[in-house]
């Protein structure tokens, strides 16, 4: 079946950095588009940042560009999201999900664009 397993979650004070990972299993990595979101206590889930296919194309939401970074390792079948320069606003569960076999040139920032799920790992950022 398919797995989405994410990984690197923690604590960390202001400023400081986290790299998340997540391994996908059970479908082709390489052609899929992956994406990362967050939820925060009590809010909705927020998009972050997407990766094409390739890896050619990302896209990240307002709140987070030039501090976060998205890449994607094919041979190792897993996304990464380089966080750096953390605020507390940033606490948050975060999530990578997968857009299966999508190879299109839009990238998803809805949620409805992505069809598996990672279990959630959290981020506190403290102050």
């Known amino acids: 079946q398919v797995q989405l397993v994410e990984s690197g979650g923690g604590l960390v004070q202001a400023g400081g950095s986290l790299r998340l990972s997540c391994a996908l299993s059970?479908?082709?990595?390489?052609?899929?588009?992956m994406g990362w979101f967050r939820q925060a206590p009590g809010k909705v889930r927020d998009f972050v940042a997407a990766?094409?296919?390739?890896?050619?194309?990302?896209t990240y939401a307002d709140s987070v560009k030039g501090r976060f970074t998205i890449s994607r390792d094919n041979a190792k079948d897993t996304v990464y999201l380089q966080m750096n320069s953390l605020k507390p606003e940033d606490t948050a569960v975060y999530y990578c999900?997968?857009?299966?076999?999508?190879?299109?040139?839009?990238?998803?920032?809805?949620?409805?664009?992505?069809?598996?799920w990672g279990q959630g790992t959290q981020v506190t950022v403290s102050s």
């Open positions: 059970g479908r082709s990595f390489s052609s899929s588009a």
């Open positions: 999900a997968t857009a299966t076999y999508y190879r299109g040139s839009y990238l998803f920032t809805e949620e409805r664009g992505y069809d598996y």
């Open positions: 990766i094409s296919w390739s890896g050619g194309s990302t």
